[in-house]
Every structure is written in C-alpha cells, then in structure tokens.
C-alpha cells in the first residue's frame, strides 16, 4: 500500500506569516490517465473534512487564493500564503489513485500564535 | 442540496456487528464510487473502503478485509457498510465521503456525511 508522510506534524504559526506542509507517497500518484490523485483536506475543530486542494493544485470551490498546492510524482507541498485565524485544525493529504487502497497522512495540526 | 447523512452507529461488544448505514441525496448517487473513512477519538483520518458507482468493485482496507463488507442501493440511494467481527480499535466516527469535487447544477460540492460514532467496549 502507498504509505503518505506529511511534515510537520504540528504547526505554530503568527497571523500573517507564511506556512508549508509536505506531504510525499511512497510510490507515484501519476495515474496513467495523466492525472496526479493527490487531495488536501482541512479538518477544523468538531466539524468534517472539507476539500481544499485536489489534483494536487487545483483549488475547491470557495477556498481563499492564499492556499496553494505543488508537486509531482512523489512530492507535495500544501502553501497558505498568510495564514489567518480561521485556518486552524488538521490538515490531512490523501492519495485517491486509483484502484484502493487510499491513504491519507497523519496529519499536520496547525495552531495560531 | 448535495447531503450524505450516516446512521447505524452505537455501543457494541467486542466480537459483535453493527451496520452502518449512509442516505445521499442531492445528486445522482449511481454515477459516483464511495467511500468509507473512519477516525479514532483523537486520531488522524483512516481510509475504510471504497465501492464502484455499480458496485462491481469494492476495497477495503487491511485492517477490515475479511470483517467488514460495503454495499449500495442505488435505487435507494443508499451506501452500507456491514461490520462483524468488532474490536475495541474499531471504534471511530465512520464517515460516508465522495473523495475529491463533484459538479451538480454548475455548483461545486465535496460530499462528506458528518459521521456516526462506533463504540466497542464490553
């Protein structure tokens, strides 16, 4: 199964600063349709994960242009351009190659200072 | 109105079953394969299993392989996931979820239930 590593764990950022989590596959996520499966999810507090990024650098619906996704192959990098108070909670990559198994990361828990 | 809502969840002994159960509504259930994710008190998120939009293909993870088992309705609309078997590190909240965006009336939606709670304890 494709194991997902996210660093940090754990994040303490100032409002307004910049701030990065990585996130790398043991295998490649290029899907032989030319697509890369690889998703950000941010879980807030007491509430469901919602989709921030998917294909890796594709922004949902709704999500504010200062969070960011790169990568390839085997390597990701989630960006929130300046971070705000709302941005708290858990973000989590996933890998949605097909067929399943998915995995996501352990998680990058993100607190303002 | 995109919705997934789960239901089925409870209190259980270790060694017993429980079925949980997931209503879609909103858009048209039978075009999309879903999933199962679960998360532990405290605990990051755990992919469960996955179901083609017919039903013709389903995975699962290796820590429920042999134990749990998903299925759907589609004319009910309706995605299942069959759990015998439990142990005390099953327990979760057990989320139903669409995995990355789908489009219904020119809108966006990311379809995730708000989960249901398994608890297995003696």
């Known amino acids: 199964d494709i194991v997902m590593t996210q660093t940090p764990l754990s994040l303490s950022v100032t409002p307004g600063q910049p701030a990065s989590i990585s996130c790398k596959s043991s295998?490649?996520?290029?899907?032989?349709?030319?697509?890369?499966?690889l998703y950000w999810y941010l879980q807030k507090p007491g509430q469901s994960p919602h989709l921030l990024i998917y294909e890796v650098s594709s922004r949902f619906s709704g999500v504010p242009d200062r969070f960011s996704g790169s990568g390839s192959g085997t390597d990701f990098t989630l960006k929130i351009s300046r971070v705000e108070a709302e941005d708290v909670g858990v973000y989590y990559c996933?890998?949605?190659?097909?067929?399943?198994?998915?995995?996501f990361g352990q998680g990058t828990k993100l607190e303002i200072k | 109105q995109v919705q997934l809502v789960e239901s089925g969840g409870g209190v259980v002994q270790p060694g017993g079953s429980l079925r949980l159960s997931c209503a879609a509504s909103g858009f048209t259930f039978s075009s999309y394969g879903i999933h199962w994710v679960r998360q532990a008190p405290g605990k990051g998120l755990d992919w469960v299993a996955f179901i083609h939009y017919d039903g013709s293909n389903k995975y699962y993870a290796d820590s429920v392989k042999g134990r749990f088992t998903i299925s759907r309705d589609n004319s009910k609309n309706m995605l299942y996931l069959q759990m015998n078997s439990l142990r005390a590190e099953d327990t979760a909240v057990y989320y139903c979820?669409?995995?990355?965006?789908?489009?219904?009336?020119?809108?966006?939606?990311?379809?995730w239930g708000e989960g249901t709670l398994v608890t297995v304890s003696s």
């Open positions: 996933m890998q949605g190659i097909h067929p399943p198994p998915n995995t």
């Open positions: 979820a669409l995995i990355g965006p789908i489009v219904v009336a020119n809108k966006w939606f990311d379809p």
């Open positions: 295998q490649s996520l290029l899907h032989s349709d030319g697509k890369t499966y």
